[in-house]
């Protein structure tokens, strides 16, 4: 079972959205629409699921509520409970949640880069090495919840930010993300978001940026064909423009409607579909 992103090409490249019960992670520089992507899953899933839980903790003080409306973001059925500083503090959290849900509930933390530890808040900043209590804590949240999550079917989606990954050379992966190698090995869907241009339109002689353009690339999938990429637009104050993407995937791939039909059939009879 899957929500639905919202964009059509990046359902079929995940092979239907994103998977229920299982942990997401959502990876991408800045202006790639990370946090859109979770409004759209949080939209979707309550149209899905009329009585199912949305909680959804924002912790980088920045998120736009009359926005986040606008796009369709249920405001009204949202818990976004208490502030969060610490990954502890969303450690208790996510156990409370996942111990008290019966079924089908999404939990979005957006995001984990901008969750400290109680040990990095209590030292000075010359001191210790910063960044691996929050692994080491990750991977122990993991091992506990991990299998009560997709018993309960308890969604958690976890947006991360890239960083440059200094020292890096030859075939080895130029960025990273905090969090260690704990999110890389439990997340079930891991997607890397990447903006490769502008959407632009003249409006009184001035070209201004209308949207951009998305490139989400699949880093990681155990419910579907992982490596595949999407491209899709995002249209500011509308949100995913799903059918301007298709069109342009249609226009770009040269579809022959007939042979496109006639594919289709050939499915169905592979199906078992007589009719």
Known sequence: RFIPTGSTMLNLALGGGWVEGRVSNIIGDKSTGKTLQCIEACANFARKYPKAKIRYRESESAFDN?????????????????PMETVEDLFEDLERIVNGAKTDELVVCDSLDALSDRAEIGRDIDEGTFGAQK??????????????????????????????????????????????????????QVVVLANTGKLTQTILNQKRAIGIKVKASIDKNKVGLPYREALYQIRFGYGLDDAQSMVDFLAETKVDMVQLRNLNFTFLRQAGCSN
């Open 66 to 82: 009359a926005y986040a409306a606008a796009l369709g973001f249920p405001l009204e059925r949202i818990d976004f409970g208490d």
């Open 135 to 188: 692994a080491k804590l990750l991977s122990q949240l993991f091992r506990r919840l991990i299998a009560k999550m997709e018993k309960k079917r308890v969604t958690l989606m976890i947006v991360s930010q890239i960083r440059d990954n200094i020292g890096a050379f030859g075939h080895a992966k130029k960025w990273t993300r905090s969090g260690g190698k704990a999110l890389d090995f439990y997340a079930s």
